[in-house]
């Protein structure tokens, strides 16, 4: 079931941000994208309209706006 973290592919989706994770992994039993957020400044998640339709699973805020990270935000998705 979780085997996806462990030998899943691996892609970065921000190389260049020093301030954000971005990154997917995948396999033939799933796709997840996880951000994660380090500075105190809020961000437009303008490339979660590009992952099409996705399931947030988990993040460390109570209360999740759909297209802003709050500062030091984590999430994981499950693209559906």
Do not use: C
Request: glycine share 4%; no cysteine.
């Amino acid at each position: 079931e979780h085997s996806t973290w462990i030998y899943g592919d691996y892609e970065d989706l921000a190389p260049q941000d020093e301030h954000h994770i971005l990154y997917k992994r995948w396999d033939e039993n799933g796709t997840y994208n996880v951000v994660l957020k380090f500075s105190e400044a809020t961000m437009i998640l303008s490339e979660l309209n590009d992952w099409g339709p996705v399931e947030l699973l988990i993040s460390n805020y109570r209360q999740v706006h759909e297209e802003q990270l709050e500062p030091w935000e984590a999430r994981i998705y499950r693209v559906k």
